[in-house]
């Protein structure tokens, strides 16, 4: 039995959905076969061959539409994560040989809302309405104004602030960082450039998130196949290995959190996957840190370890994410600038793999390997990914 | 503030949850200790999240609090109009739990809304079984 997913399987088509942002012309369900058919597409694939379905919607529904009769099934649903998990959980199935090729897909319409029939997240309450429900958010979180992520998701921030010296204006700097990336990213909702200053004087959202410091709402999907490391050399496509994986859950209460300022499911998750990879943070050339809001990428850097305790914010302040610095982070511009459907997880994967196969619209230069950092819900949940382009040893 | 006028979000108490929202109607914060490793406890379950025992048992808090952190929504939620903007906030009671809250009789702005102020629990009657807790600063 494999010890172990290093060098197990390997991703042979990336794709994201044809047109990307506002997509009212096709359905949550349309918006996987898009995906889907493009990442099939990109690696040419024989459809028939995909032996594997992992997504969060009905996985009989996506396979028959497909014309697929998957024999391994994966339907692991917690928030924008999910897809990172279930990348984890294919490679594992094709180390085991339950499946040879798989295929993990997402879509949401999460801004036309076409054909959306859940709750667009597992942690809240909107589906209690005004009469209340019975689930813990519905009685103890929603009886308190509580209207999904923006009024919940940062609740530690302040906290955070104020035992770390983090400022408003290292807050804003994580939105003005990534807009630098985005400015080159033709496929990215915001291109232009803007300033903290601009950061402060957009609508304030949700204390002391302003708009900018919070994700956009889009239509979009991607997809990514995946086979043995082995039989990846067969494709036309770069192979892109996994290298290291994780996944952890916290808690779908975001005020219960072990500590609000801090989330143990990313340093769960983060260290399987280092230790997993064999790597150290030094040879991350490039990352990607889910950002739902501007603390995210804080929160991370610090979780995942890549910078100590209240110095993320200064950090990317400073640039040392920004183009043409020593760690690259959220090159797409991230789910604050590229584009968020509400389970942005895929995107930030799709975002990687173009970097480790060298076609990113904002190309990193050299990028060997990537570490995709996921969260679900409002800290309920987390995958991390490490991927690599340089083949087995 | 009148039953009938009352527009916000109602819980719907489970079993586990019962007793707290009993109490609450009565005006009055109770909230679980472990039995077995005398940890105290919030939301209500029925086993200690930290040693699973099932023996546990309600006490009555004394219902004081600071205030942990907090965001103000500035976008209205259906029954809130009227508060907007207002302060979702964690408070940590003396006894050591925390909770989600609203903070009242005091302007919800971030220079009234200083973190780690002490507070003391309040009741605002939502229906004839329903009483929610709120926080407001005390003395």
Redo the contacts between chains.
Sequence with gaps: MPDSLRYKAAIVGAAETTDLGVIPNLSTTQLHIDAAINAIKDCGIDKNQIDGIATTMSPAALAHYLGIVPRWLDNTSVGGTSFLIQVRHAAAAIAMGLCETALVVMGQSGRSRVGETSARMGAT?AA???????S?P??????????GP???F??????YM?ETGTTHEQLASVAVAQRKWANQVPRAMFRDLITVDDVFNS???????HLFECCLVTDGGGALILTSAERAKDFPTNPVYILGTGESTETP?V??MYD?TSSTAFKVSSRQAFAEAGISHADVDHLMIYDAFAHLPIYGLEDLGFVGRGEAGAFIEEGNTSPGSKLPMNTNGGGLSYTHTGMYGMFAMQEAVRQVRGEASHQVPDVKVSFCQGVGGMFMAAGSLVFTNEPPH | MSQEGY????????PE?QFYWDKCKEHELWVQRCDSCNHPF??PRFHCPQCLSAEVSWFKTSGKATL????????P????EE?T??A?A?VQLEEGP?????IVGIENT?DNLV?DMPLEVVFEDATDEIA?P?FKPAG
């Design positions: 309450s209690g309405g005004p009469r209340g429900d019975i813990y519905g009685q103890f979180e929603s009886i308190y104004g509580t209207s923006t009024t919940l940062g609740m530690g921030v302040l906290r104020e609508r304030m959202v949700c204390y002391p998130f209460v005020s219960q609000l | 527009r916000k979000p109602v819980p719907i108490p489970t949850t919030f939301y942990w952190t907090y965001m103000i929504n500035h976008r939620v259906p029954g809130f508060d903007p207002y979702i964690v925390k909770m989600l809250t609203n971030p973190l929610i709120k």
